[in-house]
T-cell receptor, first 113, second 113 residues
């Protein structure tokens, strides 16, 4: 069965600081990987996705993520955060042999102005 | 965003009563999902559907049932609501390509007293 771990539950940063949120997954085969963002009071929106090819993927709003197969990781990064990045971030995985999309427990990001 | 509407958006009910949440989509997406979101747990998959009358269990399916009699509607039923089912419920859809990219509804907040 597939699973996702996000070890950072709450991250607090100042504006312009760099961000890295960890995501590790467990699955024995090929995976599709995702980061979703949920702004306060809103539903989830896709931030970026990895299906295959270049392991470094770029998403919206300056976010990027790197798939490291050997580490079963898909960490989210942003070089310089803004106050508007305050949100909850979810990593998700879909194994190639299933339709299930499993989410991690989420990381709440708070940005100090 | 895909046209996904959830109803009701807010509901307060008492323990032991049946509750049905409806998800309606206008995008002709093949896949539909029900998740619940709880603090510290992120999103957990309840049930999903990969076509009309085709459904399967997710991570936390006990106490829930689903039905999909037509492409556009996916119903989630709590036969006898319990306080542990107090949560925010999100419906999501995925296209026939089954890439795992999801489009979310606005959520339904259910409180079981």
């Amino acid at each position: 069965a597939q699973s996702v771990s996000q070890h950072n539950h709450h991250v607090i940063l100042s504006e312009a600081a760099s961000l890295e949120l960890g995501c590790n997954y467990s699955y024995g085969g090929t995976v599709n990987l995702f980061w979703y963002v949920q702004y306060p009071g809103q539903h989830l929106q896709l931030l970026l996705k990895y299906f295959s090819g270049d392991p470094l993927v770029k998403g919206i709003k300056g976010f990027e993520a790197e798939f490291i197969k050997s580490k079963f990781s898909f960490n989210l990064r942003k070089p310089s955060v803004q106050w508007s990045d305050t949100a909850e971030y979810f990593c998700a995985v879909m194994g190639s042999s299933a339709s299930k999309i499993i989410f991690g427990s989420g990381t709440r990001l708070s940005i100090r102005p | 965003d895909a046209g996904i509407t959830q109803s009701p958006r807010h509901k307060v009910t008492e323990t032991g009563t049946p509750v049905t949440l409806r998800c309606h989509q206008t995008e002709n997406h093949r896949y539909m999902y029900w998740y619940r979101q709880d603090p510290g747990h992120g999103l957990r998959l309840i049930h999903y559907s990969y076509g009309v009358k085709d459904t399967d269990k997710g991570e936390v399916s006990d106490g829930y049932s689903v039905s999909r009699s037509k492409t556009e509607d996916f119903l989630l039923t709590l036969e006898s609501a319990t306080s542990s089912q107090t949560s925010v419920y999100f419906c999501a859809t995925g296209t026939s390509e089954n890439t795992g990219e999801l489009f979310f509804g606005e959520g339904s907040r259910l409180t079981v007293l």
